[in-house]
């Protein structure tokens, strides 16, 4: 009796461990952005997409579990022959996505080593038909072969490449070398332009400077000269016409002083007597000039005088010929006066400005002048006053 329960206990038991595992075996669930290949009796069934699903069990398995996410993959540096003959070490690193995991699965063994492989040979091809500078200076170009023949050539794989990007590109040490001493002359090389350059500037604008100064320097002298030119021309016009005005002054004193002598003369009636005195006053004076030397009085100066006197003069009650003046005479023209075009030699004319300011020269150096303390510091000078 016993014996029968445990056996019965132990048949249960078994049959919940199969069907537990046959629960088990039944549900598959897959997460999101993966998929997995289903195989029933070796041969593909479905691709499972995320989710729960259920399988036959001991019929159905999973063959492969593909992550559907875009993946990175950094391949190592691979030697490349550039087309002068030089080898740099390119490291490369290619994005793709599985796009279809059935032919990723079954169309190709690995599909990472295939892609590895294809980018290495594909790089080769492509950077062997460029010289090193255009390897460095053309990553844009490689790149974009480079996908293009990849995403090409991985399609059958079930495989979308994304972009391949060249990580680096070693040159040999020696190429690296020369490279650096020639970015160093070339950097050596422009620095010397740029000074060359900015000495030229400074030469140019130095002498831009000089130039302006000497042009106004030029401009000033001859403004001076014009200027000193226009104050003494008028110096010598006010000169000539105060000299002008002088001469007429004095020729009208004289005249003035003439017409009154011979009126005076007329109305004193002078005798010969008279002439004679004065004649012999007048004498003296006429023989102090240093070239006379010895005066001779002709005998015949009394009849001379006489008869002057008879000629002009009538006899008196005492018989002596006295002077008698003839009837003023209207028609005789008395001295000019001064008529306007005279008198404007008497007016100052404006004075321009040249002649202002060759007289604001002169104040300012009179009182710079006064400014100086001279010899006679500390006195006061006396102005002169009125003299009698």
Same mark, same amino acid.
């Given at each position: 009796?016993?014996?029968?329960t445990?056996t019965?206990?132990?048949?249960v038991i078994?049959i ?9 075996? %039944?549900?598959? =669930?897959i /997460?999101q952005?993966q998929a997995a290949v289903?195989? #029933?009796?070796g #041969?593909y069934?479905a691709t ?15 063959r492969?579990r593909?992550?559907l ?6 391949? $190592? $540096?691979?030697?490349v ?7 740099? %070490?390119i ?5 793709f ?6 032919? !990723?699965?079954y169309e190709?063994s690995?599909y990472?080593?295939?892609v ?9 091809n492509v950077?062997?038909?460029? +010289?090193l500078?255009?390897?460095l200076?053309s #990553?844009?170009? =490689?790149n ?5 023949v ?7 794989w079930?495989? *979308?490449v994304?972009r ?7 040159p040999?040490? +020696? =190429?690296q070398? %020369?490279m650096?001493?020639q970015m160093?002359?070339?950097r050596?090389? *422009?620095a010397?332009?740029?000074?060359a350059?900015?000495?030229r500037? +400074?030469?140019?604008k ?15 002298a ?10 003494d021309?008028?110096s010598?016009?006010l000169r000539?016409e105060g000299?002008r005005? !002088?001469?007429?002054l ?14 005076a003369?007329k ?6 007597e008279v ?6 006053q ?5 023989a102090?000039g240093?070239a006379?030397?010895?005066?001779? =009085?002709p +005998? ?9 006197? #008879?000629m002009l003069?009538? /006899?008196g ?8 003046p003839?009837a /003023? ?12 075009s005279?008198?404007d030699?008497f ?11 060759v007289?604001a020269?002169?104040?300012a150096?009179?009182?710079?002048t006064s400014?100086? /303390?001279?010899p ?10 009125p003299?009698?």
């Open positions: 009796m016993e014996a029968a445990v019965t206990i132990i048949v078994v919940i461990l199969v069907v537990l595992t046959i629960a088990v075996k %039944s549900v598959l =669930i /997460p952005a289903i195989e #029933r009796l #041969r069934r499972a997409t995320p989710g729960p699903k259920l399988l036959m069990p001991f019929l159905d398995r999973v492969a593909i992550d996410r875009e993946q990175v993959v950094s391949f $190592p $540096p691979q030697p022959i550039t087309e002068d003959n030089l080898t740099v %070490s490291d490369t690193v290619v994005y996505q599985v796009t279809d995991p059935r032919a !990723a699965v190709i690995n990472i080593v295939g590895e492989q294809l980018t290495t040979t594909t790089l080769r950077v062997g038909g460029m +010289s500078e255009q390897t200076t #990553r844009d170009s =490689i974009n072969q480079l996908r293009g990849l995403d090409e050539a991985t399609g059958r079930g495989i *979308r994304a391949v990007e060249l990580k680096a590109i070693d040999p040490p +020696s =190429i070398d %020369s650096e001493k160093r002359a070339d050596e090389k *422009r010397m332009i740029l000074t350059e900015g000495q500037e +400074s030469a140019i130095t002498a831009e400077g000089q130039k302006q100064g000497q042009i106004l320097a030029a401009e000033g001859k403004q001076a000269a014009i200027l000193a030119a226009e104050a021309r008028q010598r016009i000539a000299e005005a !002088a001469r007429y004095q020729a009208q004193g004289q005249a003035k002083a003439i017409e009154k002598v011979f009126a003369i109305a004193g009636k002078p005798t010969p002439l004679a005195y004065q004649y012999l007048t004498l003296p004076q006429m102090q240093d006379n030397k010895v005066w001779l =009085i +005998s015949d100066y009394g009849k001379a005088l006489e008869g002057f006197a #008879r003069g009538a /006899p009650e005492d018989g002596v010929f006295r002077y008698e003839p /003023p005479d209207v028609s005789t023209p008395a001295v000019e006066e001064m008529d306007d005279v008198a030699w007016n100052p004319p404006a004075p321009t400005e040249a002649t202002q300011a007289r020269a002169e104040r150096a009179a009182q710079i400014e100086e /303390p001279g006679n510091a500390g006195y006061t000078e006396l102005s002169d006053g003299r009698s």
